[in-house]
């Protein structure tokens, strides 16, 4: 046993515990020993990207799993929660292009070779950092485990579903219109473009008729219009009808194009004629396969202008959107501009404007595998928390969309497939072929795989998979998956699509969704705004478990986290709180925690719950309803209820309640003192175990200093104890007493309304009064008479005296407890004119407020352009005024004013 320091010294203690941690392997999953299948927990880790460091949405995403994880292990299970990285590619091949480009290079300078050595470099250094700052927080995950998507392993493993679905029919290679980041120089799946809204303009161009009146069309893109191959209308629109199948003159190239009948056209936007665009609209494309009309590409992979654009050949699309308004100006053709907001897609990775080109790519063919991830969710094999976020998933995955899967990076999974240079002959293989059958040399596809390609894999490859591993046998399915709501399509619904292709179940049996980490305001955190909060600043500056517990204050499953500075704060305070706790806790105890002959002080069994003093009853029927409320709310998800009960708990309930109250015993002597002893060691013992999924660090420094069973949370090989493998507290119902609970509620009544009536009038906190009570009945009166010793400690009280009656005065203050009234005479203690004064110029203040918050919350326009959540805390914010004032004059008018 020892003692602790004045104060918690994070940046001493949390390394120091983790190492310890990782030393004595209690992160270490144990498939060997003999456990039912039951008895196992498994999680993977959402790997984050190998592109630099975490952030505010790692640190969430990895505190939400780690507080299950934990309070999984200390129930005893077999717990596996397997850590890993993602090579990201098309992310990490921007980060390595921009240090080439600070240097004057590029990557073809290095040669592809070159460039994947020089990007290895950046994994291994960004690696390090990455796992250093998961184990700042305090990730428990199981090290030995630890994979990165282009792990040998893994790697086999994509090449091995790559060949299976292409053998399958579900791999196939295609001409197709894609999204393409002319920056990245790379194909885009749909999920990685982001669309904004952007104010632009609606072009009216005239096209003359060919025999026929000219037709007008409308466009936001005129420089696409040089690859127009068709003007489609609508088969219902009469304003059309009787010139379907003739033709109209493209102006500026001069090509004829037929005017064809569509029903996907709208003949209510625009002019109802839509100019078709084969090589650059992906809704153009399928008009075009409709009614096989050519595709010509007037944009090229770097977003310049084709040899097909004639006279704007070469230049820069945007420059020639341009030059294409004024050549249809100038030609009588332009019949009118306006504005126009729509949606433009953007590069994910890099922001640049995305361009729909026709190009020759890899494709998986999705909705045979999506449709079995629709039936298992569905038929409940894969739970989805909270449930709306079900409906969402089924939206999705219902109009979903052929995944193109080719990208032309170099960093990435190399697609398994090579051309025979002799007879054109593609074969897809896990293994590289020598030559062809035909004899003629092969040459490998120079794209690679979309980075979530191997991502869906994660379940299972890395757990051994294709083998069929001891890990994959007893871990997959995996329990649980916690991640952000950004990455359900992304990642999720690919793992669920292709763990059931090939593992013939899912990945996880639920996945509960979390929101987004935003700034206090509840804006999204961005280095534009100045509002990132960085995890790392804040763990050096605050600690990891005041960082972790503010997050898990937060979380609630699909709900977005406003996190403020306030916040930060509080739950730092909670920390110091449960230090200093502690620390008296051993200062006072001293030599009751040195063992006797025989027997640890653990040993000291709680005395007989009838022969226990009122506090110690309560206290053990508290923490008892504590442990089994942080079960319930942690089995739902709900971290921020957790949490908050924890907090209540420690601070209000047993620091400054029973910690208060037990001070007497623990200054006695004899049974008193043991029992106090037995009591205090066995709930504090509990409260920190509860509390060490929250907040590991400072609850294992704790821990460690107090009394134990020799057998309590021993590792496996009995070398060493860790409160990480101690058993999580449950519920203790014998302890249960609903009859001493009231009792202690009607002390607690008393007392605060004492303290309460002081502070309001002003009395000097070491100043002692006296209290009468009257009113009271028998049984309310027998529990404040036995408890009147921690009543006057508590309320700092003279007396505490029972009245039939009291003189009503002025200077008596008066308050109502239940049945009761409660008596504090202050004449002579409390100047009641200066008293007086002193509250009017607080009722003045106050009006002032409430009629600011009156006059902004009337106001139309902040109402309507205010954050919600910021509209919320002013109107909070006014009933709590207004409540003050109420009670303000309440006071004034017992004083006469």
Same mark, same amino acid.
């Given at each position: 046993?020892?003692?602790?320091?004045?104060?918690?010294?994070?940046?001493?203690?949390?390394?120091?515990?983790?190492?310890?941690?990782?030393?004595?392997?209690?992160?270490?999953?144990?498939?060997?020993?003999?456990?039912?299948?039951?008895?196992?927990?498994?999680?993977?880790?959402?790997?984050?990207?190998?592109?630099?460091?975490?952030?505010?949405?790692?640190?969430?995403?990895?505190?939400?799993?780690?507080?299950?994880?934990?309070?999984?292990?200390?129930?005893?299970?077999?717990?596996?929660?397997?850590?890993?990285?993602?090579?990201?590619?098309?992310?990490?091949?921007?980060?390595?292009?921009?240090?080439?480009?600070?240097?004057?290079?590029?990557?073809?300078?290095?040669?592809?070779?070159?460039?994947?050595?020089?990007?290895?470099?950046?994994?291994?250094?960004?690696?390090?950092?990455?796992?250093?700052?998961? &184990?700042?927080?305090?990730?428990?995950?199981?090290? @030995?485990?630890?994979?990165?998507?282009?792990?040998?392993?893994?790697?086999?493993?994509?090449?091995?579903?790559?060949?299976?679905?292409?053998?399958?029919?579900?791999?196939?290679?295609?001409?197709?219109?894609?999204?393409?980041?002319?920056?990245?120089?790379?194909?885009?799946?749909?999920?990685?473009?982001?669309?904004?809204?952007?104010?632009?303009?609606?072009?009216?161009?005239?096209?003359?008729?060919?025999?026929?009146?000219?037709?007008?069309?409308?466009?936001?893109?005129?420089?696409?219009?040089?690859?127009?191959?068709?003007?489609?209308v609508s088969p219902s629109d009469g304003r059309y009808r009787d010139i379907v199948g003739s033709r109209v003159r493209l102006p500026i190239i001069g090509r004829e194009l037929p005017i064809v009948a569509d029903?996907?056209?709208?003949?209510?936007?625009?002019?109802?004629?839509?100019?078709?665009?084969?090589?650059?609209?992906?809704?153009?494309?399928?008009?075009? &396969?409709?009614?096989?009309?050519?595709?010509?590409?007037?944009?090229?992979?770097?977003?310049?202008?084709?040899?097909?654009?004639?006279?704007?050949?070469? !230049?820069?699309?945007?420059?020639?959107?341009?030059?294409?308004?004024?050549?249809?100006?100038?030609?009588? %053709?332009?019949?009118? *501009?306006?504005?126009?907001?729509?949606?433009?897609?953007?590069?994910?990775?890099?922001?640049?404007?995305?361009?729909?080109?026709?190009?020759?790519?890899?494709?998986? &063919?999705?909705?045979?595998?999506?449709?079995?991830?629709?039936?298992?969710?569905?038929?409940?094999?894969?739970?989805?928390?909270?449930?709306?976020?079900?409906?969402?998933?089924?939206?999705?995955?219902?109009?979903?969309?052929?995944?193109?899967?080719?990208?032309?990076?170099?960093?990435?999974?190399?697609?398994?497939?090579?051309?025979?240079?002799?007879?054109?002959?593609?074969?897809?293989?896990?293994?590289?072929?020598?030559?062809?059958?035909?004899?003629?040399?092969?040459?490998?596809?120079?794209?690679?795989?979309?980075?979530?390609?191997?991502?869906?894999?994660?379940?299972?490859?890395?757990?051994?998979?294709?083998?069929?591993?001891?890990? %994959? @046998?007893?871990?997959?399915?995996?329990?649980?998956?916690?991640?952000?709501?950004?990455?359900?399509?992304?990642?999720?619904?690919?793992?669920?699509?292709?763990?059931?292709?090939?593992?013939?179940?899912?990945?996880?049996?639920?996945?509960?969704?979390?929101?987004?980490?935003?700034?206090? !305001?509840?804006?999204?955190?961005?280095?534009?705004?100045?509002?990132?909060?960085?995890?790392?600043?804040?763990?050096?500056?605050?600690?990891?478990?005041?960082?972790?517990?503010?997050?898990?204050?937060?979380?609630?499953?699909?709900?977005?986290?406003?996190?403020?500075?306030?916040?930060?704060?509080?739950?730092? %305070?909670?920390?110091?709180?449960?230090?200093?706790?502690?620390?008296?806790?051993?200062?006072?105890?001293?030599?009751?925690?040195?063992? *006797?002959?025989?027997?640890?002080?653990?040993?000291?069994?709680?005395?007989?719950?009838?022969?226990?003093?009122?506090?110690?009853?309560?206290?053990?029927?508290?923490?008892?309803?504590?442990?089994?409320?942080?079960?319930?709310?942690?089995?739902?998800?709900?971290?921020?209820?957790?949490?908050?009960?924890?907090?209540?708990?420690?601070?209000?309930?047993?620091?400054?309640?029973? *910690?208060?109250?037990?001070?007497?015993?623990?200054?006695?002597?004899?049974?008193?003192?043991?029992?106090?002893?037995?009591?205090?060691?066995?709930?504090?013992?509990?409260?920190?175990?509860?509390?060490?999924?929250?907040?590991?660090?400072?609850?294992?420094?704790?821990?460690?200093?107090?009394?134990?069973?020799?057998?309590?949370?021993?590792?496996?090989?009995?070398?060493?104890?860790?409160?990480?493998?101690?058993?999580?507290?449950?519920?203790?119902? @014998?302890?249960?007493?609903?009859?001493?609970?009231?009792?202690?509620?009607?002390?607690?009544?008393?007392?605060?309304?004492?303290?309460?009536?002081?502070?309001?009038?002003?009395?000097?906190?070491?100043?002692?009064?006296?209290?009468?009570?009257?009113?009271?009945?028998?049984?309310?009166?027998?529990?404040?008479?036995?408890?009147?010793?921690?009543?006057?400690?508590?309320?700092?009280?003279?007396?505490?005296?029972?009245?039939?009656?009291?003189?009503?005065?002025?200077?008596?203050?008066?308050?109502?407890?239940?049945?009761?009234?409660?008596?504090?005479?202050?004449?002579?203690?409390?100047?009641?004119?200066?008293?007086?004064?002193?509250?009017?110029?607080?009722? *003045?203040?106050?009006?002032?407020?409430? &009629?600011?918050?009156?006059? !902004?919350?009337?106001?139309?326009?902040?109402?309507?352009?205010?954050?919600?959540?910021?509209?919320?805390?002013?109107?909070?914010?006014?009933?709590?005024?207004?409540?003050?004032?109420?009670?303000?004059?309440?006071?004034?008018?017992?004083?006469?004013?």
């Amino acid at each position: 046993m020892g003692d602790l320091p004045k104060a918690f010294n994070h940046a001493e203690v949390d390394p120091k515990w983790y190492a310890f941690w990782e030393s004595i392997g209690a992160f270490t999953a144990h498939p060997e020993v003999d456990r039912p299948r039951g008895e196992r927990f498994s999680m993977v880790l959402p790997p984050p990207n190998v592109t630099g460091s975490l952030h505010i949405g790692h640190a969430l995403n990895q505190t939400l799993p780690d507080i299950i994880i934990r309070w999984k292990r200390m129930g005893g299970l077999d717990v596996l929660w397997l850590p890993g990285t993602d090579h990201a590619g098309i992310a990490t091949q921007n980060v390595v292009e921009k240090h080439l480009a600070a240097e004057g290079k590029t990557r073809h300078d290095l040669g592809r070779e070159a460039f994947e050595a020089r990007v290895w470099e950046w994994v291994k250094h960004s690696h390090g950092t990455i796992t250093g700052q998961m &184990r700042k927080l305090g990730s428990s995950v199981d090290w @030995s485990r630890e994979r990165f998507t282009l792990d040998p392993g893994l790697s086999r493993a994509v090449r091995r579903v790559f060949v299976e679905l292409y053998g399958g029919g579900l791999i196939y290679r295609d001409r197709y219109i894609v999204n393409w980041c002319p920056r990245c120089r790379t194909a885009l799946s749909d999920l990685e473009v982001v669309h904004r809204d952007m104010s632009g303009k609606l072009y009216h161009i005239r096209y003359p008729g060919i025999g026929i009146r000219d037709v007008q069309v409308a466009t936001t893109r005129p420089e696409t219009m040089l690859g127009d191959t068709a003007v489609a209308v609508s088969p219902s629109d009469g304003r059309y009808r009787d010139i379907v199948g003739s033709r109209v003159r493209l102006p500026i190239i001069g090509r004829e194009l037929p005017i064809v009948a569509d029903e996907f056209v709208d003949s209510s936007f625009g002019t109802g004629a839509l100019k078709v665009t084969p090589g650059h609209d992906p809704n153009d494309f399928e008009i075009g &396969r409709r009614h096989q009309l050519a595709q010509v590409s007037v944009i090229d992979e770097d977003g310049r202008m084709t040899a097909e654009a004639g006279p704007y050949a070469g !230049q820069d699309r945007f420059k020639a959107r341009a030059g294409v308004v004024q050549q249809l100006e100038r030609e009588g %053709l332009l019949v009118k *501009v306006e504005d126009h907001r729509h949606a433009v897609g953007h590069c994910d990775r890099c922001g640049t404007i995305v361009e729909p080109l026709v190009s020759t790519q890899w494709f998986v &063919r999705i909705k045979p595998l999506a449709e079995e991830a629709i039936n298992a969710v569905e038929d409940g094999r894969t739970r989805i928390v909270p449930e709306n976020w079900s409906k969402i998933y089924f939206d999705w995955m219902l109009n979903i969309h052929d995944w193109c899967i080719s990208r032309q990076l170099w960093w990435g999974h190399r697609i398994p497939a090579w051309y025979c240079e002799r007879c054109g002959r593609t074969i897809v293989a896990e293994d590289a072929p020598d030559r062809c059958e035909c004899g003629g040399s092969l040459r490998q596809d120079p794209d690679v795989l979309d980075t979530w390609f191997s991502s869906g894999l994660w379940s299972f490859s890395t757990m051994g998979w294709p083998e069929r591993t001891n890990d %994959l @046998s007893r871990y997959y399915p995996t329990d649980l998956l916690i991640t952000g709501f950004d990455i359900i399509f992304f990642w999720v619904a690919r793992m669920m699509m292709l763990g059931l292709r090939f593992m013939r179940d899912v990945p996880f049996r639920t996945v509960c969704i979390h929101g987004l980490v935003r700034d206090a !305001q509840g804006q999204k955190m961005s280095k534009s705004k100045g509002n990132v909060v960085n995890p790392l600043v804040v763990m050096d500056d605050i600690g990891a478990d005041a960082f972790r517990f503010a997050l898990a204050g937060l979380a609630s499953p699909g709900m977005d986290i406003a996190l403020s500075e306030g916040r930060l704060r509080g739950a730092r %305070l909670f920390i110091n709180k449960i230090w200093n706790a502690s620390r008296f806790l051993l200062i006072n105890l001293g030599p009751a925690l040195s063992p *006797v002959a025989g027997q640890t002080p653990h040993d000291r069994r709680l005395p007989p719950l009838a022969t226990l003093d009122l506090i110690h009853r309560w206290i053990l029927d508290r923490v008892s309803h504590l442990a089994g409320e942080v079960q319930d709310l942690l089995g739902e998800f709900r971290f921020d209820q957790a949490a908050e009960r924890l907090y209540q708990f420690f601070w209000h309930e047993y620091a400054d309640w029973y *910690v208060e109250m037990v001070k007497s015993h623990l200054q006695s002597t004899g049974e008193t003192r043991d029992a106090a002893t037995a009591v205090i060691l066995e709930v504090h013992d509990r409260v920190l175990r509860l509390l060490h999924p929250f907040t590991p660090f400072i609850t294992e420094e704790i821990w460690q200093q107090l009394p134990k069973a020799a057998d309590v949370g021993r590792t496996l090989d009995g070398t060493a104890q860790t409160i990480a493998l101690a058993t999580y507290p449950t519920i203790e119902p @014998s302890w249960h007493d609903s009859d001493v609970v009231a009792r202690m509620e009607l002390i607690k009544a008393v007392t605060t309304t004492i303290r309460t009536a002081r502070a309001e009038r002003g009395v000097p906190p070491s100043r002692k009064v006296s209290a009468m009570v009257t009113g009271a009945e028998d049984g309310s009166r027998a529990v404040l008479t036995s408890a009147s010793d921690y009543v006057k400690r508590l309320a700092n009280l003279e007396a505490l005296e029972f009245r039939q009656e009291v003189t009503r005065s002025p200077d008596t203050v008066r308050r109502v407890v239940r049945e009761m009234q409660i008596h504090i005479p202050l004449a002579g203690i409390v100047d009641r004119e200066a008293e007086r004064r002193r509250l009017e110029k607080d009722v *003045v203040g106050k009006e002032r407020q409430r &009629r600011s918050l009156e006059t !902004q919350l009337a106001n139309p326009d902040f109402l309507e352009r205010a954050d919600p959540d910021i509209v919320g805390e002013k109107r909070a914010l006014m009933e709590t005024v207004s409540g003050d004032l109420e009670r303000l004059r309440d006071i004034l008018q017992e004083l006469g004013g």
